[in-house]
């Protein structure tokens, strides 16, 4: 069973770090692409960007390079969302989404991460 | 890479018929038969409806289908039910280096 797991909620002020995580199983991790998703409080679904693991290829939303960075590794089969200097707009709920990669659909999804960022 | 623009909101009365429209270019909507459609109820991660801009993955209904005319895609659900109330949103493959893009979203009501 094709399984997508986030790390869990996370609380943090104006200016740290963060990185979440999203683990895969059920599936052979390099086969497909990984895409982040950001959805803030009652908002729309927004594309972020997106990792081939095989071989750590990222694209991303022009709205959000340079202000995240998505990295995999794929002996443990788990990608990351990484911020280097969060702000309260951060705040949202992220998800992973699996993109197949002939297919170009999301059919699995992680459950979702909820970033707070205030102060 | 701009969204691809979608109806802010669609209604219909239980077991009527609804159509979401789902517009974008010849660069992603127009361009390819990469279409898909999710649906999101509140507090869930999103779930994929159709996909190829017509196919339904198993175990979606059948009340629900797609197609593509130009660059414009559609969704539509026939017997409106209650459960149906939802958003949803299309997106689309896109040449550009972003490589995929999602609509502005449609709330449906079921009056």
């Known amino acids: 069973e094709v399984q997508l797991v986030q790390s869990g909620a996370e609380v943090k002020k104006p200016g740290e770090s963060l990185q979440i995580s999203c683990k895969a199983s059920?599936?052979?991790?390099?086969?497909?692409?990984l895409g982040w998703v950001r959805q803030m409080p009652g908002k729309g679904l927004e594309w972020m960007g997106v990792?081939?693991?095989?071989?750590?290829?990222?694209r991303y939303s022009p709205s959000f390079q340079g202000q995240v960075t998505i990295s995999a590794d794929k002996s443990i089969s788990t990608a990351y969302l990484q911020w280097s200097g969060l702000k309260a707009s951060d705040t949202a709920i992220y998800y992973c989404?699996?993109?197949?990669?002939?297919?170009?659909?999301?059919?699995?999804w992680g459950q979702g991460t909820l970033v707070t960022v205030s102060s | 890479q701009s969204a691809l623009t979608q109806p802010a909101s669609v209604s219909g009365s239980p077991g009527q018929s609804i159509t979401i429209s789902c517009t974008g270019t010849s660069s992603d909507v127009g361009g390819y038969n990469y279409v898909s459609w999710y649906q999101q109820h509140p507090g869930k991660a999103p779930k994929v409806m159709i996909y190829e801009v017509s196919n339904r993955p198993s175990g979606v209904s059948n009340r629900f289908s797609g197609s593509k005319s130009g660059n414009t895609a559609s969704l539509t659900i026939s017997g409106l039910q209650a459960e149906d109330e939802a958003d949803y949103y299309c997106?689309?493959?896109?040449?550009?280096?972003?490589?995929?893009?999602f609509g502005t979203g449609t709330k449906v009501t079921v009056l």
């Open positions: 997106s689309s493959y896109t040449s550009s280096s972003t490589l995929y893009v």
């Open positions: 059920g599936y052979s991790f390099t086969t497909d692409w």
């Open positions: 990792i081939d693991p095989g071989d750590s290829d990222t």
């Open positions: 989404a699996r993109l197949g990669r002939r297919t170009y659909y999301l059919d699995y």
